[in-house]
T-cell receptor, first 114, second 116 residues
Framework: GENVEQHPSTLSVQEGDSAVIKCTYS??????FPWYKQELGKRPQLIID?????GEKKDQRIAVTLNKTAKHFSLHITETQPEDSAVYFCAASRTGGGADGLTFGKGTHLIIQP | GAGVSQSPSNKVTEKGKDVELRCDPISGHTALYWYRQSLGQGLEFLIYFQGNSAPDKSGLPSDRFSAERTGGSVSTLTIQRTQQEDSAVYLC??????????????FGQGTRLTVV
């Protein structure tokens, strides 16, 4: 089955600086890569996703890049703000038959220092 | 409702008792996932249902855990003879799956299980 590795486990950045979280996946058939944000005591919520037919996607201060050859993808947050503090999870998934569903990385605790 | 609904939101049970956790996915979503999240930890995959296919049970930690999904909609996760290490938040998610790319998975608010 799919295996997703996520780094770092904790990331502390100064407010206004950029943050980058990296993930690798093992199944070359994976074709969908979402990122979820989980604030303390709340459910995970999708913030951005990318499909394997594109290499980069941007939404305001958030961007995701995908390198299919290397099987890794990254989340970039620019001009970080206090409300960006949360745990971020990457995930990989694929369609079609078979049992694999949505496999998550172990999460990155992002801390924005004022 | 419009979102994924889980019940109960909190459950305290005595060690050795059985518990049932319920998930109502978004109407029309064919994929349903169960995850377990211990305090401050990641999302541990438990089981995945996709349409009428056989579920992927590879994440279930022991034979005390089982799940079913009736009529392709509501799912129940059952834990038999609960142990203290079963204490966690159990999250359910659903999404549209089918031809082409998968789509966003929406999470329920979770059931916080405490085994005393």
């Amino acid at each position: 089955g799919e295996n997703v590795e996520q780094h770092p486990s904790t990331l502390s950045v100064q407010e206004g600086d950029s943050a980058v979280i990296k993930c690798t996946y093992s199944d070359s058939a994976s074709n969908y890569f979402p990122w979820y944000k989980q604030e303390l005591g709340k459910r995970p919520q999708l913030i951005i996703d990318i499909r394997s037919n594109v290499g980069e996607k941007k939404d305001q201060r958030i961007a995701v890049t995908l390198n299919k050859t290397a099987k890794h993808f990254s989340l970039h947050i620019t001009e970080t703000q206090p409300e960006d503090s949360a745990v971020y999870f990457c995930a990989a998934s694929r369609t079609g038959g078979g049992a694999d569903g949505l496999t998550f990385g172990k999460g990155t605790h992002l801390i924005i220092q004022p | 409702g419009a979102g994924v609904s889980q019940s109960p939101s909190n459950k305290v049970t005595e060690k050795g008792k059985d518990v049932e956790l319920r998930c109502d996915p978004i109407s029309g979503h064919t994929a349903l996932y169960w995850y377990r999240q211990s305090l401050g930890q990641g999302l541990e995959f438990l089981i995945y249902f996709q349409g009428n296919s056989a579920p992927d049970k590879s994440g279930l930690p022991s034979d005390r855990f089982s799940a079913e999904r009736t009529g392709g909609s509501v799912s129940t996760l059952t834990i038999q003879r609960t142990q203290q290490e079963d204490s966690a938040v159990y999250l359910c998610a659903s999404s549209l799956q089918g031809q082409g790319f998968p789509t966003e998975a929406f999470f329920g608010q979770g059931t916080r299980l405490t085994v005393v």
